[in-house]
Structure formats: structure tokens, C-alpha cells
């Protein structure tokens, strides 16, 4: 299967449009970003579980990384709330499962097998930053590994414009707000793939949370 699998190529969807497609699970469905591969192939999915579903064991062969954005996701490891970030390396293995139900953004088979680091961020309880110079932004540094980094952002109401490229591409999804830039305006749920050495200034009127991963694309 492939959707979106060109990674040369720029990406918009606004998530809250697609329909939820059933996966293996029962009470398990899912939105499809982009994929290449069969079921255990490079994906980035919404996955919804139904109060009381769960997932069969399954292991990581190319390794996992997933952002709760609402309910509570549970697996050997706890229970994971809103905000959640956790990274499974490569060879990890688990049962994951929802009591109350839960959605969330999840990226498989994307990882560097020599970045074995286990994650587990509450980005609520998180101390985040605020750059130098820039007084309308803070950021939470998430995990780095090699080119790859993979942070929050938060810009206030009015935010301006930073023109930037991004050598090894960029992904974003938007979790509260909406992001413009010189493109397009990104309402909340929107996923973004920016490809290798592109370039934009974005900005934003109302403020926006961001999730952004970058460095990660070829070139």
C-alpha cells in the first residue's frame, strides 16, 4: 500500500476531514497520512481506539513513536494522558489498549535501529523554553538523535513570520490554533510534510500549538 509515499513531496491534510478506516483490532480504527509498505511497513496515522479496545502483542521491527492527543493509552509500560510522547525503539515489543478510549498520532518504522533511548514525556509537566530574542514562542525539546529532531512549539496570538529551510525535511501537526504561512492557512489537525531544502515563514494570528519533527527526510 502505498499513500503519500513520494517524501519529496510536500503534504497538506486536514486530518478531521478523512474517514476512519477499521484496522485488524476491533474498536481500533484509523486515518492514513502517509504509508509504504504492508502492515508492519513506514507509516504516520490518526489511530482511534473505541473505549475498551486493544491491540494484539506486537513487536516494533523498525521502532514506533506516538503523541496522545486525547483519552488515555495504556500498554505494559502505564497509562499515557493527553500530551504523552512516547518513543519504543527498534526490537520493543507490547499489548497496547485504551479503557476509556483514546486517539493518537503515531509514526512506525521511521527509526535509526542505533537510537535505543525509551521516551516518556508528559509534555504538561514538561518545563519548556523560551528562544533567545523571541518573546511570543517557548519549545519542548522532545528527543534528538543524529539529524533528527523532534520538539513542541508553542507561538502566542500574533506571532510573526521567521522565514526558515529545512535540510531533512519537516513535519507538522497542528494541536490547537492554526498555522499560516505564505501557502495556506492550517487549521487544528492539520499534518504538514515539508520536503528536503523547502523553504516557508509561518506565522500565526489566533496563536497555535505545534508538533514538529524535523531532520528526518532525505535529501
Given at each position: 500500500?502505498k499513500?503519500n509515499?513520494d517524501?519529496?513531496?510536500?503534504?497538506?491534510?486536514?486530518?478531521?476531514?478523512l474517514?476512519?478506516?477499521?484496522?485488524?483490532?476491533?474498536?481500533v480504527e484509523?486515518r492514513?497520512?502517509d504509508?509504504d509498505?504492508?502492515?508492519?511497513?513506514?507509516?504516520t496515522?490518526?489511530?482511534r481506539?473505541?473505549?475498551?479496545s486493544?491491540f494484539?502483542p506486537h513487536?516494533?521491527?523498525?521502532?514506533?513513536?506516538?503523541?496522545?492527543?486525547?483519552g488515555?493509552f495504556?500498554?505494559?509500560?502505564?497509562?499515557?494522558?493527553?500530551?504523552?510522547?512516547?518513543r519504543?525503539?527498534?526490537?520493543t515489543?507490547?499489548?497496547?489498549s485504551?479503557?476509556?478510549?483514546?486517539t493518537?498520532?503515531?509514526?512506525?518504522?521511521?527509526?535509526?535501529?542505533?537510537?535505543?533511548?525509551q521516551?516518556?514525556?508528559?509534555t504538561?509537566a514538561a518545563?519548556w523554553?523560551?528562544?533567545?530574542?523571541?518573546?511570543d514562542?517557548?519549545?519542548?525539546?522532545?528527543?534528538?538523535?543524529?539529524p533528527?529532531?523532534?520538539?513542541?512549539v508553542?507561538?502566542?496570538?500574533?506571532?510573526?513570520?521567521i522565514?526558515?529551510?529545512?535540510?531533512?525535511?519537516?513535519?507538522i501537526l497542528?494541536?490547537?490554533?492554526?498555522?499560516?504561512?505564505?501557502?495556506?492557512?492550517?487549521?487544528k489537525?492539520?499534518?504538514?510534510?515539508?520536503?528536503?531544502?523547502?523553504?516557508?515563514s509561518?506565522?500565526?494570528?489566533?496563536?497555535?500549538?505545534?508538533?514538529?519533527?524535523?531532520?528526518?527526510?532525505?535529501d
Amino acid at each position: 500500500m502505498k499513500i503519500n509515499a513520494d517524501l519529496n513531496e510536500r503534504v497538506v491534510i486536514e486530518t478531521e476531514t478523512l474517514d476512519w478506516v477499521a484496522s485488524p483490532a476491533a474498536g481500533v480504527e484509523r486515518r492514513m497520512l502517509d504509508r509504504d509498505g504492508a502492515e508492519h511497513g513506514r507509516a504516520t496515522t490518526i489511530v482511534r481506539f473505541a473505549p475498551g479496545s486493544e491491540f494484539p502483542p506486537h513487536d516494533h521491527p523498525g521502532g514506533e513513536e506516538f503523541l496522545v492527543l486525547a483519552g488515555t493509552f495504556s500498554d505494559e509500560d502505564g497509562d499515557f494522558g493527553p500530551g504523552s510522547y512516547v518513543r519504543n525503539p527498534v526490537g520493543t515489543r507490547h499489548t497496547p489498549s485504551s479503557a476509556p478510549g483514546c486517539t493518537i498520532l503515531v509514526k512506525l518504522c521511521q527509526m535509526d535501529p542505533a537510537d535505543q533511548d525509551q521516551v516518556r514525556i508528559d509534555t504538561n509537566a514538561a518545563a519548556w523554553q523560551r528562544p533567545d530574542g523571541i518573546d511570543d514562542a517557548e519549545f519542548l525539546i522532545l528527543h534528538q538523535f543524529g539529524p533528527e529532531t523532534v520538539v513542541m512549539v508553542r507561538l502566542g496570538p500574533g506571532a510573526p513570520a521567521i522565514t526558515h529551510d529545512h535540510p531533512g525535511g519537516e513535519e507538522i501537526l497542528v494541536l490547537e490554533g492554526s498555522l499560516i504561512d505564505e501557502y495556506g492557512h492550517y487549521p487544528k489537525g492539520t499534518w504538514l510534510r515539508n520536503p528536503h531544502a523547502s523553504v516557508h515563514s509561518p506565522h500565526t494570528d489566533e496563536g497555535c500549538v505545534l508538533w514538529v519533527k524535523s531532520g528526518h527526510l532525505p535529501d
